[in-house]
């Protein structure tokens, strides 16, 4: 029924549905910058080194990035509202546990609870939302409203984290979402609707299990291997496990009938290119953005909460221009929008290279702000490229995918930039040559992959009609951008 005719009733119980799911999202991505903001403060109180700080962050990402395919499959089996207030449950509970955690050790575990109940909510949001609009315009309008939360959240992360740790300490950073997960629960378990499909696959349990798994050894690798020397046994047994276990995991994929990650998608060279594209985004947008605070507080002397300010244009670049970026995909196409936002994301990082503790802060804003700009162009119109190479009734799972791809790449991107700096430190540089030297691989990466999207990121054969239809898979803000752009 369309709103217009709608009763009162129904139309307040849908305004409802999308404030509960539109808020639970909002925590999500408030909790992907916010932590930024706090990593000096973290550091000091938690007499962590650059080791900890990377395990904070990434505990976190792994998990939602391991998890997100899955959890909108497990959200269509056993009903999106079951599993959208459990992750919410879930997601307070950790966010409560992080703020009291005495030691690092605590507070990551913490953050992979907190993964965890992410990875769970965040796609049974959605799924929420879109079983609740089944009017076409109704639902672009919704989503578009989903979009604005996630792009909010983005945007409110690095000043609220500023602004709360300097304040109260790093612990306000995560308390902030008890109160909002109190609200979510109670009004959600009053006012939603429960949902679920019958035909959803199966669960792909040992190739989540192996996908977590093989992941988790590689960055464990990445990350401690600076510290234990990257020759240390541990270190050689977890990268030769990780590969291991990823290889296991391709032979999985490859027999099962209803896998995860059906292989047989990367036969399409636009999914193929379009996903090894936005791995890269990840790796150089998280990884670098690990370190923004970081430069302002230990090279330029800034206060955390001035640092939370300063790193602002990079996340206002990307809520500005993210909504237009699908316009100019579908005016310009895929290949020309995604290689342009490419080549300046890694200008801007490039530029970020050359930065030092003198430089002024008026030679520093623009090059974070290309960077945001830059990065704005390319993920709406990736996850768009790897939905128009496959066929309609796939267009959930393959944006699904890109956005999982996405926070792969940011795993490592954290993991590998981290490496870098302890490894030009461990040489006998300053820390602010380390960052420069990060800032400079992580340009180099981004510019290389414009160049491989400037010759690949074309059709190899004749794809599937477009016009997928939105489903649970769709499980973060990169699809949420592309049905915005398409609505603009």
């Known amino acids: ?43 000091h109180r938690l007499h962590t080194g650059l080791t900890g700080l990377q395990w904070i962050v990434d505990a976190y990402v792994l998990l939602v990035a391991m998890l997100l395919l899955s959890g909108g499959v497990f959200a269509d089996r056993f009903g999106r509202k079951r599993v959208y207030l459990t992750g919410v449950a879930v997601f307070t509970v950790a966010s409560v546990m992080c703020s009291l955690a005495p030691s690092v050790g605590w507070l990551v575990a913490g953050r992979v609870l907190q993964g965890v ?29 989903w979009a604005g939360f996630s792009g909010l959240g983005l945007a409110v992360g690095p000043v609220a984290g500023g602004v709360l740790t300097d304040a109260f300490g790093w612990p306000a950073i995560f308390l902030v979402n008890l109160p909002i997960g109190v609200v979510l629960l109670v009004v959600g378990l009053r006012s939603l609707g429960e949902t679920r499909n019958p035909s959803a696959p199966a669960i792909d349990v040992p190739g989540t299990v192996l996908s977590v798994l093989g992941v988790g050894a590689l960055t464990y690798g990445l990350i401690e291997g600076g510290t234990r020397g990257w020759t240390a046994p541990v270190i050689l047994v977890s990268f030769t496990a990780g590969v291991a276990l990823l290889t296991a995991f391709l032979g999985v994929e490859a027999r099962r009938s209803a896998p995860m990650l059906p292989l047989r998608l990367f036969r399409q060279r636009l999914f193929t290119v379009s996903n090894t594209a936005m791995v890269v985004v990840g790796f150089a947008l998280m990884g670098s953005s690990f370190f923004f605070s970081q430069f302002f507080v230990y090279v330029q002397g800034s206060s955390i909460l001035r640092a939370g300010l300063q790193t602002l244009p990079v996340s206002l670049g990307m809520v500005i221009v993210s909504p237009y970026a699908g316009r100019l995909a579908a005016r310009y196409g895929f290949r020309v929008v995604v290689t342009a936002g490419l080549a300046l994301a890694g200008l801007g990082l490039l530029a970020l290279g050359t930065v030092h503790a003198d430089t002024g802060y008026g030679n520093v804003w623009w090059r974070l702000g290309i960077v945001g700009i830059g990065f704005a162009l390319t993920l709406s119109p990736l996850t768009g490229a790897a939905i128009q190479a496959v066929s309609p009734q796939e267009g959930g799972l393959a944006s699904g995918i890109s956005s999982t791809t996405r926070q792969i790449g940011a795993v490592l991107g954290v993991a590998v930039l981290g490496a870098v700096v302890r490894t030009r430190e461990s040489g006998g540089a300053s820390f602010e040559t380390g960052l420069n030297s990060a800032f400079l691989a992580a340009g180099a990466v981004t510019m290389a992959t414009a160049v491989f999207t400037g010759l690949w990121l074309t059709r190899s054969e004749p794809a599937a009609a477009p016009g997928a239809v939105t489903t649970s898979h769709e499980a973060s803000e990169q699809p949420l951008t592309t049905a915005v752009g398409r609505n603009r």
């Open 1 to 43: 029924m369309a709103a217009s005719s709608a009763p009162a009733g129904s139309r307040q119980s849908r305004a409802t549905l999308l404030t509960v799911t539109c808020l639970g999202q909002f925590m999500v991505l408030l909790d992907n910058t916010i932590v930024g903001a706090a990593l000096p403060d973290m550091q």
């Open 117 to 145: 109940g992410a990875a769970a909510l965040s796609p049974a949001s959605l799924a929420l939302l879109v079983a609740a609009c089944p009017v076409p315009q109704e639902r672009i309008k919704a989503i578009g409203l």
